[in-house]
């Protein structure tokens, strides 16, 4: 039995646990804000936090994540909107969206570790989160909006 | 969007309707065929209901169908807003209801970028047509002549007295009134327009970010299994025996299911295999590894891309069919003046929308009912019954939102595998695509290769203009012995409108031997990398700067009267080459073309065309390091779309096509070895991130009154011409071949 914590909220897991997290979350707990890309670690779509820090939950054993705190896109603001959630909508930069919670997931952790980022930490930090409708530009503004002391 | 989950069978929008709301006869947009009765929307069961598209209810609640599919091309924002802004309607008392396929709302195919330019009239009537019912049912109830009547927002006005009505006190007794016909109607002028040409958020904005949105892939019923497809690993290859007994021991798989291949030709039916049928996703996943399938391999196991290659070049090289000829091109070129020759090349490429396909269907006494996301949802229906065995009209296929469409999700094989695995289990079936399916299985982008000469006087002008395209075309997918391009001609290649008095273009033959389909900016995105590149490698040859030489091509400004047999031009969109020029001279002045100093390793290159009525032209500055890496600080972008109705939403679109444009530049590229194809995931077919995409991407957008056009495709295809010209500018390199990512830069 595979314990652990899903938004504030105790979960236990009977299933196989080489599941990875992000089937998890999807098709067991129906959270689908978390998306599916490529299963490989390659994309960035089904980035969560486990234990605060960015992750890739499709390679990620749902084993692996026992006795850890994760969060999804859902959970990541208690009441209102995430202050990196609201730089995005205030830079209208969705398009399709699909990719969008996984970059904002990644954007979070990234803030989180470099409250002022540079142009080269949003290069490398953001580089394994792929967005085919090509909102890159929008989403450097909005890390930088969303950045301490902020900037439009 | 709402969710699905958990709800009643009949649908999801059912949920959401107050009761006792009576229904109106439906009268019929213009242009719009009413079919069979489907599903009732909030809008068809709301107090007054004068056309398919609007309703609105007592509490002033106007719900407006949005009947186009949502991929990020903005439509299902777009396209109310015009409806409500005719109207005039509070756009915060708007509901949109995204619409279940139907014929009703004429076409539905959202390819192309035709939703507002096909659009833009008949939702324009469908507002007017509501607003003039209150208007004359405000004017009955305060016994007034209705020209003293107007609309104010959400508000019906007595001009004399000030007096006013609001649209939901309206509803029950404008809904008793006859429906005007179009002839009655009085659309708004341009300078009342209240949403039309204003910026706006996306309609799902909040949801999005928020991770509630739901797309294909987050469609559930209860009761339903997950399916993954191992498909033949070449085109027309069937399943000659195959054990899965293996399979059926890995935890949480339940069977298998045999699905028939297809008849030729292939079009939009799925391509058969064996589906493994699981609790869930992963479990699905984990199963087909365990398959043991013996294939027979069919038609197209000699296909070798590299071959193909040679043989397209060759072909090229030779006089192929003539489909638009002007003057006399062999007599130029024997006349012994200076030729100047090229050979273009863009591989196979694939959509690889952000999300997979995925469908989830349910079989059920007779019917189905599916949840896709789709570009074409009335297609679904055809397909689905078709593959079922069931009449159209018993097929309801609901639209999700799309994680990415750029032309993939209008073929629908995956919704029509969900369909029929639920048929055979009698339950609903989800059919997720991995990411390898999606790469290895898709309807790709044909491979073209392209040869082009000219005959140039003293100036380096041309005389005489030769181009010959050879690509298998798309046409294949719908009949198999197709050898020729048809429409693709019309994507950047007979309509090149340059000033040269002998002219001629040609397209030779060429078979396919993996699923073709169109691809954002489709035959534009080879045809305008040969144009864009050799008008470019003419200037640089007469030692001429390359703006100044493609205005001289372009000539005058004039409205271009192509009187090709077989070409026949839009009515309303004239060939303006006033327009294009402006275009490219706008982006040129943005971009600082000819006045900045750019420093060693840097270089601009520009590209311009006309495409979905839109004219088009980029500036691309590069920077090659001296490692040869590439980098793009900035593009340059003008763009006249005729009228806009989200400006917001145009920069958007063509921010994003720069970097589609660039993907396709950099990496796009498809091969195939003994008919199988070798890439499948984004390690081996890789798109642009944030550190190769272009820096910044401005776009200007030039003001226009004329008649909408298209925004999602025609700033894809000018970037790839704009950054291999950039480069030459750089670096010296003319790259002819795509992708990038084969060629050193230094």
């Known amino acids: ?152 | 969007m709402t969710h699905i989950q958990n709800v009643s069978r009949r649908g999801f929008v059912k949920g959401a309707l107050s009761g006792g709301a009576f229904i109106l006869a439906v009268s019929v947009v213009p242009g719009v065929v009413r079919a069979n009765a489907t599903e009732k929307t909030p809008a068809d069961e709301a107090t007054l209901h004068p056309n398919v598209f609007v309703g609105i209810e007592k509490d002033g609640t106007v719900y407006i169908i949005a009947h186009r599919s949502e991929m990020g091309n903005g439509s299902r924002t777009a396209l109310p807003r015009i409806l409500a802004d005719e109207l005039d309607a509070d756009w915060k008392r708007v509901k949109i209801i995204q619409a279940i396929g139907d014929a009703r709302y004429g076409g539905q195919d959202t390819d192309a970028s035709h939703s507002v330019s096909g659009f833009f009239s008949i939702m324009r009537e469908a507002g007017a047509t509501t607003r003039l019912m209150l208007i004359r049912a405000a004017a009955e109830q305060w016994s007034v002549p209705i020209a003293e009547c107007a609309t104010d927002l959400h508000v019906v006005a007595h001009l004399p007295t000030g007096r006013k009505s609001a649209y939901g006190d309206l509803a029950l007794a404008a809904s008793k009134l006859p429906v005007p016909g179009r002839d009655e109607l009085q659309l708004k002028p341009r300078s009342k327009w209240r949403y039309i040409g204003k910026d706006t958020s996306l309609y799902d904005l909040e949801d999005i970010c928020r991770g509630k949105a739901t797309y294909g892939m987050d469609a559930r019923l209860d009761g339903m299994v997950y399916a993954s497809i191992e498909h033949p690993p070449v085109l027309g290859g069937t399943v000659r025996s195959y054990h899965d007994d293996e399979a059926l021991r890995v935890s949480g798989v339940r069977q298998t299911v045999l699905i028939d291949p297809f008849t030729p030709p292939h079009e939009y039916q799925p391509l058969g295999g064996v589906a493994v049928i699981a609790d869930n996703t992963w479990a699905a996943f984990q199963g087909r590894k365990k398959l043991r399938i013996v294939w027979d391999q069919g038609p197209n196991a000699a296909y070798n891309s590299d071959t193909f290659r040679g043989e397209l070049q060759e072909t090229a090289r030779q006089p192929c069919k003539v489909v638009r000829n002007e003057g006399d091109v062999d007599a130029e070129f024997n006349k012994g003046s200076k030729t100047v020759q090229a050979e273009y090349f863009v591989p196979h490429l694939a959509h690889a929308t952000m999300e997979p396909p995925v469908a989830l269907a349910e079989f059920r006494d007779g019917k189905v009912t599916a949840w896709v996301p789709t570009q074409n949802p009335q297609s679904v229906q055809d397909l689905i019954a078709k593959a079922v065995g069931i009449r159209k009209q018993d097929v309801i296929c609901h639209v999700t939102l799309l994680g990415s469409g750029f032309g993939r999700k209008t073929f629908g094989d995956y919704a029509a595998e969900a369909a029929v695995l639920s048929k055979r289990l009698g339950k609903p079936v989800k059919v997720v695509w991995s990411r390898e399916d999606d790469i290895k299985f898709g309807y790709y982008l044909p491979v073209a290769s392209m040869y082009l000469k000219a005959a140039l006087d003293s100036r380096g002008k041309p005389t005489a203009w030769l181009q010959r395209s050879v690509f298998p075309p798309i046409n294949s997918t719908f009949d198999s012995t197709a050898r020729y391009a048809s429409w693709e001609l019309n994507n950047n290649w007979i309509e090149v409108p340059f000033d040269i008095p002998n002219f001629r273009v040609e397209n030779g033959p060429a078979q396919a031997h993996v699923r073709l389909g169109w691809l954002r900016s489709v035959a534009s995105a080879y045809h305008t990398f040969a144009v864009q590149s050799f008008v470019d490698e003419l200037a640089h040859n007469a030692g001429r700067d390359s703006l100044e030489y493609i205005l001289d091509l372009f000539g005058p400004s004039r409205v271009l009267k192509l009187d090709i047999p077989g070409y026949t031009s839009e009515p309303g969109y004239p060939l303006d080459i006033g327009r294009l020029r402006r275009v490219t001279e706008l982006a040129a002045e943005k971009a600082g073309w000819g006045k900045r100093k750019l420093g060693k390793g840097r270089g601009l290159g520009i590209a311009a065309h006309r495409y979905a009525h839109t004219y088009v032209a980029s500036v691309v500055e590069v920077e090659v390091t001296d490692r040869g890496d590439l980098r793009i600080p900035r593009i340059d972008t003008a763009v006249d779309a005729g009228t806009v109705v989200n400006p917001a939403y145009v920069r958007a679109q063509l921010e994003g096509s720069a970097v589609f444009g660039t993907s396709i530049a950099r990496s796009g590229e498809i091969t195939a070895a003994n008919g199988v194809i070798n890439q499948g995931n984004f390690d081996d077919y890789p798109v642009a991130r944030i550190d190769e995409a272009p820096y910044q991407t401005n776009v200007h957008i030039v003001e226009s009154e004329a008649p909408p056009a298209g925004v999602g495709e025609p700033g894809v295809s000018v970037i790839p011409p704009a950054l291999c010209n950039a480069i030459f500018s750089a670096t010296g390199k003319r790259i002819r071949d795509l992708p990038l990512s084969k060629h050193r830069l230094i």
């Open chain 1, 1 to 152: 039995m595979i314990q652990l914590k899903v938004n504030g909220v105790e979960r236990s897991f009977s299933g196989d646990s080489e599941m990875p997290l992000l089937w998890y979350l999807r098709d067991i707990l129906g959270l689908t804000g978390t998306k599916f890309g490529c299963g490989e670690a390659l994309c960035g779509c089904c980035t969560v936090h486990v234990d605060g820090e960015a992750i890739r939950s499709c390679i990620l054993p749902v084993g692996d994540a026992a006795g850890k705190e994760i969060t999804t896109i859902e959970g990541i603001a208690e009441n209102g909107l995430h202050p990196v959630q609201r730089a995005w909508m205030d830079l209208n930069v969705p398009q399709c969206g699909y990719c969008q919670a996984g970059q904002i997931m990644q954007a979070i952790d990234l803030l989180k570790r470099k409250p002022k980022p540079s142009e080269r930490d949003i290069d490398e930090q953001m580089a394994g989160n792929i967005c085919r409708c090509g909102t890159y530009q929008r989403i450097r503004s909005a890390i930088k909006a969303a950045s301490a002391g902020g900037a439009s």
